[in-house]
């Protein structure tokens, strides 16, 4: 029997992204992120390029761009005063420093997404799903990080990452029902470890590109060199 009056309601779908640039660069030698990386006629940094791509992958998906959240470590100071001096200081999104980050990866991990979910403003409130990105992804576009977003928005309720060749790797989206076991991440260990402990519920996108970052002031040369 069907009833006139009844109505489905659209489950709600707010994405907020983490954008990890806590690192120390101990391989490289320097602030990987603020190195500057060549992108057509224009010269960029790498932490620039990670958030402009996000920001046009929210912007062509109509999602609110002032829900990404650049997570910091070590650099916290260098990298805000960077961004504040250049055309970013009239940009919407949250700089959250992470004091742990020196402990490894899972702490910043943790410590941000805890920032997040006890945070009190309307956003941290009625996040569903959290994006997690590397900053030194250098190949990444908007379209890949649309096509994540895409799939996860498909199938709201599992993981959704990138896959390169048989390897899982981020940017990586997870529903509300794991931000507790993105807090419990510790040390070295990644959000990969939640991928794979609950493999039976992951979606992948294939990015083959995925796969290349940057380590070392090599890595960056001979990126400047294949561009």
Same mark, same amino acid.
């Given at each position: 029997m069907l009833f006139k009056n009844s109505t489905m309601k659209k489950p709600v779908y707010? =994405?907020? +992204?983490?954008?990890l640039a806590a690192g120390k660069s101990e391989r490289f030698n320097g602030i990987k992120l603020l190195a #500057? +990386?060549?992108q057509?006629?224009?010269? %960029? !940094?790498?932490l620039e390029h990670a958030f402009h791509q996000l920001s046009l992958a929210l912007n062509t998906l109509n999602m609110? #761009? #002032?829900? %990404?959240?650049?997570? !910091?470590? *070590?650099y916290h100071s260098q990298i805000t005063t960077f961004f504040s001096e250049h055309e970013h200081k009239n940009s919407q999104f949250v700089f959250d420093y992470c004091e742990d980050a020196h402990l490894g990866l899972g702490h910043t991990i943790s410590q941000s997404v805890g920032h997040m979910v006890k945070g009190t403003d309307d956003n941290a409130i009625s996040t569903s799903h959290? =994006?997690?990105?590397?900053?030194?992804? +250098?190949?990444l576009t908007a379209d890949n990080y649309v096509a994540l977003i895409k799939q996860s928005l498909a199938c709201p309720n !599992?993981? $959704? *990452?990138?896959?390169?060749?048989?390897? %899982?790797?981020?940017?990586?989206?997870?529903p509300a029902t794991y931000f507790t076991d =993105?807090?419990?991440?510790?040390?070295?260990?990644?959000? #990969?470890? $939640?991928?794979y402990t609950h493999k039976e519920n992951l979606h992948t996108v294939n990015i083959p590109h995925a796969e290349r970052d940057i380590d070392t002031q090599q890595d960056l040369i001979n990126w400047h060199n294949n561009t």
């Open positions: 707010n =994405l907020t +992204v983490i954008l #500057k +990386v060549q057509e006629e224009t010269s %960029i !940094t790498l609110d #761009k #002032k829900n %990404i959240r650049i997570a !910091t470590g *070590c959290i =994006l997690i990105a590397l900053a030194d992804q +250098v190949a !599992t993981l $959704v *990452c990138a896959k390169a060749g048989d390897e %899982i790797m981020p940017p990586a989206i997870f =993105l807090m419990h991440l510790k040390g070295d260990k990644g959000a #990969k470890s $939640v991928l």
